[in-house]
């Protein structure tokens, strides 16, 4: 008996471990609280009052009852849901085929803006349909509309298993980061697409090695962009041995991506100065897309302007100026020829060409030919940048800086300065949402700014801006060699306004910083070897105001060893000997 009530007791006790106080009435709550202290006549008759045999049967059998009856309802309703279902599923498939079919007559009309309505409610219908999700996304990119193409890529990505559709989106979005300056996140899109091929087998690797190719194309431009030039190299020359060797199967269908490829990896050697390399590449993608043009002109002849640009691009580095100014006329009336029929596709391209011919007029002087060009330019990307800030605001802002330009250049210092002003507000704004290779263009602006108001005599004005431009520069030479020139002269600028305001202490900080920077070239050259000994001597003065004698002496010993015949440089000699209490020498 004792161990039939022991064991009684231990399922007891697991049994109230488990009960949630929290949860019982106050009842309930009373009735285990009895229980467990083993007062259980009172547990007993607060139990029978509480509940009647009875009713408890009839309750559960009713309660069941109705549970069997609502379920036979809901079964019902589930049958006809999906009735209605298959229905609905059935017109959305006719009404997604009918709006691609408006889809497709709209292009052939060139009806872009219809076109675009009916391929994004298509994708509205069902937005966990892959295919519908991807064409919109497609679409939107070729048009440049980025931010709808991005949410509509982004679903694909969400809504598909198939890793070769993952593959397409990924690079497609990668294309899409790229042209949007987002480069870190394009770099990481292109490098998941390859890790994607290289986990198939071999078997299917052999249908995507145009793919690949591509991929590795786009991370090349990646590189480039971020100034990675060894790495963007070899991806180009990895996609270009891929191609060729896929042109010898079938030309025609590879060589497109071929030309694509050696337009960009020209473009890579013209910013590299290779311009011999550079112009053989350009040629040879120019005469492939002129073939393609002949039996495909509405797709090819946007590319044959495209490379003709580029090339005009290179002349103008090379100074064969005759050559460029041909070429860019030439893409302009191919460009004018198609934008009525696609501009969303080609004003951005026509826009481009502009600019870079008035570039090419200014720098020879022919302002109010550049001027012209700049003006159409400016309204073609200001109207694109309120369609898509994300793609063309930084277009908008290089234009308006040329702009500046050719006015400061013109002499209209009225006209430039509020033009440079509305430029720097812009790539400010560019940096402030994370695009920091846009620091330079700031530098730039409050360079030549500050340059203005030096010539005006504005140093309370000027001096600010060149401080915070020599801050941009001299980090940003620490990576970019070509940075150098831009940051030697801010630097001596700035020096300049410090001593003509007889800031000692800028004049000193500056000057430490410059001297180490011209010493070689100055001292390698006997016409700048005087102007290097100024400068040392220059600099020996402020460490005497500054009470730096012993480097003062330094610096007038230097300027000395350089030319003895300075003898202001003696009186600072001898006045920083004087203050290190050396009254003999």
């Known amino acids: 008996k004792f161990e039939k009530y022991q064991l009684l007791v231990d399922g007891l006790a697991e049994h109230y471990a488990h009960v949630d106080y929290d949860e019982l009435g106050d009842k309930e709550r009373e009735i285990n609280i009895c229980i467990e202290s083993g007062i259980l006549e009172t547990a007993d008759s607060l139990l029978k009052d509480m509940t009647n045999l009875d009713d408890v049967l009839k309750r559960n059998k009713e309660s069941l009852s109705m549970l069997n009856q609502q379920i036979a309802q809901a079964n019902g309703i589930i049958w006809m849901a999906n009735e209605d279902l ?160 896929l042109c010898k199967t079938d030309t025609l269908l590879h060589s497109k991506n071929l030309a694509k490829t050696l337009n960009n990896l020209a473009a890579l050697y013209d910013i590299r100065q290779r311009y011999q390399e550079s112009e053989r590449l350009y040629q040879e993608s120019l005469n492939i897309r002129r073939e393609l043009a002949k039996t495909n002109p509405r797709v090819y002849m946007i590319q044959v302007a495209q490379t003709m640009n580029n090339l005009a691009n290179l002349y103008v580095n090379m100074q064969r100026l005759p050559e460029s100014e041909k070429l860019y006329k030439e893409c302009i009336e191919i460009y004018r020829l198609w934008v009525d029929k696609n501009p969303c596709a080609v004003e951005s391209e026509l826009a481009t060409a502009l600019h870079n011919l008035a570039s090419l007029y200014t720098d020879e002087k022919r302002y109010g030919e550049a001027e012209v060009l700049l003006m159409e330019a400016l309204d073609i990307r200001k109207k694109l940048a309120e369609i898509n800030p994300h793609a063309y605001i930084p277009n908008l802002a290089a234009t308006l800086f040329n702009l500046a330009t050719l006015y400061r250049k013109s002499k209209k210092i009225n006209e430039s300065r509020p033009v440079y002003i509305n430029a720097l507000a812009v790539y400010r704004q560019l940096v402030k949402s994370g695009h920091s290779l846009y620091e330079v263009q700031i530098a730039q602006i409050q360079y030549y700014l500050g340059l203005m108001l030096l010539n005006e005599n504005n140093y309370s004005e000027a001096i600010p801006l060149l401080e915070e431009a020599l801050n941009i520069y001299r980090e940003h030479v620490k990576t970019n060699s070509e940075q150098q020139k831009n940051y030697m002269n801010t630097l001596t600028w700035l020096n300049w306004a410090y001593s003509t305001t007889n800031d000692i202490e800028g004049d000193y900080t500056t000057n430490l910083e410059l001297l180490p920077l011209i010493k070689e070239k100055c001292l390698s050259n006997k016409e700048l070897s005087g102007e290097y000994a100024d400068r040392v001597g220059n600099q020996s003065n402020n460490c005497i105001l500054l009470g730096k004698f012993a480097e003062a002496e330094q610096y007038a010993r230097e300027g000395l060893a350089i030319d003895s015949t300075k003898h202001w440089i003696i009186c600072n000699l001898a006045a920083a000997i004087l203050f290190q209490d050396r009254y003999k020498q």
């Open 86 to 245: 298959a229905k609905v599923l059935k017109q959305q498939e006719k009404d997604a085929e009918h709006l691609f079919q408006l889809y497709i007559i709209a292009l052939s009309r060139f009806e872009f803006h219809s076109a675009e309505k009916y391929i994004g409610i298509r994708a509205e219908l069902d937005t966990t349909n892959v295919e519908w999700q991807f064409d919109a996304a497609y679409y939107y990119e070729k048009q440049n509309l980025l931010s709808k193409s991005e949410s509509y890529y982004k679903r694909t990505l969400k809504n598909t298993d198939n890793e070769f559709e993952k593959a397409v989106a990924l690079n497609n979005l990668g294309n899409l980061y790229s042209k949007t300056r987002r480069h870190e996140e394009a770099k990481i899109a292109y490098t998941e697409v390859l890790n994607i091929y290289k986990q198939q087998g071999q078997d299917s690797m052999s249908t995507c090695w145009d793919d690949i190719a591509m991929i590795l194309n786009n991370l090349a431009m990646v590189y480039s962009d971020i100034q990675r030039f060894d790495e963007s190299e070899k991806s180009y020359l990895d996609a270009l041995a891929i191609i060729r060797k």
